[in-house]
């Protein structure tokens, strides 16, 4: 299943970098992209997992830079 | 944002104070010193050090409250104040440049529609156009743009297909054509039944394709993301390094002295610059490209296309324009009619376009329940039973194949020959011009660095052999089954060297597997055709073959400009460190080579957006 999320107030390139790293060593997640011009993050993962990652990077997004929000694409 | 750089003033303010206030009292000065700071940079710290009870260390923030509060330390206090002013103002115009060069692209990729305006019994009504379904009926007014892909019913008007194809010049439609979303009703009013779903449309799989292009990422991005990893460590333990090994080694080495050149370190460990600026880079030059008619698919495919040194042509429907006339009917046992009308027949269910021209010479209805067994046999023809006979149509090979004797002598073109109860019938001769910007196109590939420009094609040698005469081609192959040209491109293949890459050239049709084998798959004419935008790496929304010169030139230039921000932002970051690191530059350089690095590199990177005239 692949979920896409647009990353409001993303605005340090190299956190998107970071982020995208990070998101991509969750469990159940195939392939993730965050695209710092879109603001967008596509994540490929496992059906059952996807509450569980969305819930991990949903974190890690608000982590690595704090103001930004996850918002449905 | 206000508020920002409103405290930026004012703490601006306060730092001219301090400066004077200093000589007379140093406690006055010292006050003003700190309410300075704590005005510019309290916001940084405290961020510094929330990220820190986050598990979040070595972020910008806490790199540059260290350096400094270090410089504050060592009683270096203006410059210590300046430098998070002009970190700051740096930050500031740094989202500045990034939200407009995002409002920029956005504003390249506006061709969304935001309504449609849907018949009912008796009334139009104004919809999203998610809403709308296949087969509802639409109304297009003069200045709107067309919100699904449909199919004109009723009135004629001039379409602008700029936004989609690059193409200045505008269509006229009637009743018949399809139309596609995204395009502009310039004059007329258009009523037109749905044929696609919003999510199916044109304009959705462009916006799809556009956004989403940042997702293979070239080998400068996967460089500058492995650098950045490495480089903000290396440089801080080089920066804590220099700060306590000198003074302990060298005799009269002063602390204050290393520890101001290690403030220098901390400031230019951010890899910003590069970071930012090289996806912005190749995302305009998507944007850019995507405004002349060109749909680059992944900015790796800059790269496979600025590195190009063979380029694979599809002939039909790529250099020549894959309308196919029928220029002469002939048969010996039954009337011209009888023969085209068979043939249409047999050919009808095929999408070939000379199957197209077939079934236009006819010009009737075909009806369908009159066919019968048809079985395509790719490359060579088509069999068939129409009206009870056994009908047979396609080339020599074909009537070889099946031993019956047909006419053999010199026709300039594509002949079908038709067969009918196992009896030749006669032929039909198809011939196809060359697209005007053929030859241009091929001129313009050998006068840059293509080595070898070569023309693929299931069409006769004589045919062939004719048209890459007229374009002046390296080389032609003939007479080529669609697997056959998989055989022989990945021959090609072989011939590059070792950072040459291979372009294929397509109309997407047919010709899937070999656009998906070829180092970049050019696909032309995209509009409207799902398979090509599919198959393809680059798509090309006209039907044009100078495009790809032109997509080739937007390459070398992106690439250009990604290869002056990676070796700038880098080599004055170093020369920076360097020279800091012997003592002969201060922090004012050091903040020039952070933010100011940052700035000209976004700068440089917005000229991959401008495709101008003289690039076409």
């Known amino acids: 299943m692949k979920k896409k999320f647009i990353i409001e107030g993303l605005g340090c390139a190299n956190c998107a970098a970071k982020m995208e790293t990070a998101i991509k060593k969750l469990n159940g997640v195939k392939d993730a992209s965050v695209n710092f011009m879109t603001q967008k993050l596509i994540i490929e993962g496992d059906d059952e997992l996807m509450p569980e990652i969305i819930k991990e990077a949903e974190n890690i997004v608000r982590k690595i830079e704090p103001g930004t929000k996850l918002k449905n694409a | ?616």
């Open chain 2, 1 to 616: 944002m206000k508020k920002r750089i409103l405290r930026l003033i004012l703490g601006s303010l306060f730092l001219a104070a301090a400066i004077p206030a200093e000589r007379y009292s140093g406690h006055a000065g010292m006050v003003l010193y700190i309410i300075s700071y704590i005005l510019v940079g309290g916001d940084i710290v405290l961020t510094a050090v929330k990220n820190i009870f986050r598990g979040k260390v070595f972020d910008e923030n806490f790199l540059m409250a260290l350096a400094t509060i270090g410089a504050m330390f060592i009683s270096e206090y203006t410059e210590g104040i300046a430098v998070m002013l002009l970190y700051q103002i740096g930050e500031i115009f740094q989202s500045y440049a990034v939200d407009k060069s995002r409002k920029s692209i956005a504003d390249l990729m506006d061709i969304r529609p935001d309504y449609a305006n849907v018949k009912t019994e008796d009334d139009l009504v104004r919809k999203d156009p998610y809403e709308v379904k296949v087969g509802d009926i639409i109304v297009i007014k003069a200045g709107e743009r067309v919100p699904l892909d449909a199919v004109v019913i009723e009135g004629t008007s001039l379409l602008d297909t700029s936004a989609l194809t690059g193409e200045s010049v505008p269509r006229e439609v009637e009743p018949g054509d399809e139309i596609l979303s995204g395009c502009i009703n310039v004059n007329g009013l258009i009523t037109a039944r749905v044929i696609k779903e919003y999510e199916e449309s044109t304009v959705s799989k462009i916006l799809d394709l556009v956004e989403n292009a940042g997702s293979r990422k070239s080998r400068s991005e996967q460089f500058i993301t492995r650098f950045a990893r490495y480089y903000t460590p290396v440089v801080i333990i080089l920066a804590v390094l220099l700060a306590f090994v000198p003074p302990l080694l060298i005799d009269g080495a002063k602390f204050g002295d290393w520890i101001y050149r290690s403030l220098s370190f901390l400031v230019v460990s951010c890899p910003c610059a590069l970071v930012i600026s090289v996806p912005l880079t190749f995302f305009s030059g998507i944007g850019g490209a995507s405004k002349r008619g060109i749909l680059v698919k992944g900015s790796n495919y800059f790269e496979a296309l600025a590195n190009t040194e063979i380029v694979v042509f599809d002939k039909t429907g790529t250099l020549t324009k894959g309308i196919f006339g029928v220029k002469e009917v002939h048969s010996d046992v039954i009337s011209k009619e009888e023969l085209i009308e068979l043939a249409a027949y047999a050919e009808s269910f095929s999408n070939h376009p000379i199957s197209q021209s077939i079934r236009e010479a006819y010009g009737k209805d075909v009806n369908k329940s009159e066919i019968s067994d048809v079985e395509e046999i790719s490359g060579h023809g088509i069999k068939a039973v129409v009206k009870g006979k056994k009908v047979v149509a396609g080339n020599a090979k074909l009537m070889k194949g099946m031993g019956i004797p047909y006419f053999e002598g010199e026709l300039n073109g594509t002949v079908i020959h038709i067969a009918v109860d196992g009896a030749y019938a006669g032929y039909i001769l198809i011939a196809d011009d060359i697209k005007s910007d053929s030859v241009r196109t091929i001129k313009e590939l050998k006068s840059s660095n293509i080595k070898q420009v070569i023309m693929l094609t299931g069409d006769s040698v004589k045919a062939g052999e004719k048209v890459g005469k007229e374009l002046g081609l390296s080389k032609v192959y003939a007479e080529l089954l669609p697997a056959d040209k998989v055989d022989k491109l990945e021959e090609l293949l072989l011939q590059t060297s070792g950072k040459g890459k291979l372009a294929y050239v397509g109309d997407g049709i047919n010709d899937a597997p070999v656009l998906a084998r070829a180092d970049v798959g050019i696909a032309m004419g995209g509009l409207g055709s799902d398979a090509a935008i599919e198959a393809a790496d680059v798509v090309i929304m006209t039907d044009e073959p100078s495009k790809i010169p032109l997509a080739i030139r937007i390459s070398k230039k992106v690439l250009g400009i990604a290869n002056q921000n990676i070796m700038f932002a880098i080599g004055v970051k170093i020369m920076i460190l360097f020279l800091s690191a012997l003592g002969i530059t201060n922090l004012w350089a050091a903040i020039f080579g952070d933010v100011g690095v940052t700035i000209i590199a976004i700068m440089n990177s917005f000229r991959a957006m401008a495709v101008n005239e003289h690039d076409s």
